[in-house]
């Protein structure tokens, strides 16, 4: 099984709201990603749990904040975003990290921010 | 700067025919090297992976790439497309991101459309 889920499917919410998106997999993987994706282009890595810490974040504004409660699950909560953070995020889960193991992506969030 | 590189914004193929999706890399040491698919408001789904070892991969839905490393190219084929096969097709390769560790990083993306 290589299954990822990802919960909603859809989102719309205001600038001023505060929601979070879901993330699940039962591989036993240790790594788990969330990605940003635009329409037509490839996906954008905003942060990656290695063994439950967060080893990266490229960079992302604070209003995205990852949690990852346990080797299974993880979160990402949004708070004041702004109507440019629409996309696709993504989840993802690989073996490890560290870029060599097959990453399995979830069908991920559509996210609108009015 | 470690990447890869989806020449073609879009291919077009007739069903049953052979069909290619280039991609080249640019990497210091052994390169890692994958291709996912992606459908219509679908999340990534992965078709092969080279690491080492044979230089044609196969991999998922009878798609098989290969690695030329004089020509620093993986290019994707499939010897007879099928109108299902009508999707975006991501290269990606392992690289060092800007926080010092290493993940994938994607090409553009290259829009596969069969036509029956």
């Known amino acids: 099984d290589t299954e990822v889920t990802q919960t909603p499917k859809h989102l719309v919410m205001g600038m001023t709201n505060k929601k979070s998106l879901k993330c699940e997999q039962h591989m036993g993987h240790r790594a788990m990603y969330w990605y940003k994706q635009k329409a037509k282009k490839p996906p954008e890595l905003m942060f990656v749990y290695s063994y439950e810490k967060l080893s990266i974040n490229e960079s992302v504004p604070s209003r995205f904040s990852p949690e990852c409660p346990n080797s299974s699950l993880l979160n990402l909560h949004l708070h004041a975003l702004q109507p440019e953070d629409s996309a696709l995020y993504l989840c993802?889960?690989?073996?490890?990290?560290?870029?060599?193991?097959?990453?399995?992506f979830g069908p991920g969030t559509r996210l609108l921010v009015l | 700067a470690q990447s890869v590189a989806q020449p073609e914004d879009q291919v077009n193929v007739a069903e049953g025919n052979p069909l290619t999706v280039k991609c080249t890399y640019s990497v210091s040491g052994n390169p890692y090297l994958f291709w996912y698919v992606q459908y219509p408001n679908r999340g990534l789904q992965f078709l092969l992976k080279y690491i080492t070892g044979d230089n044609l991969v196969k991999g998922s839905y009878g798609f098989e790439a290969e690695f030329n490393k004089s020509q620093t190219s993986f290019h994707l084929k499939k010897p007879s497309a099928l109108v299902s096969d009508s999707a975006l097709y991501f290269c990606a390769v392992r690289a060092l991101s800007g926080a010092g560790s290493y993940q994938l990083t994607f090409g553009k993306g290259t829009k596969l459309s069969v036509i029956p």
């Open positions: 993802a889960s690989s073996q490890v990290a560290g870029g060599f193991e097959t990453q399995y």
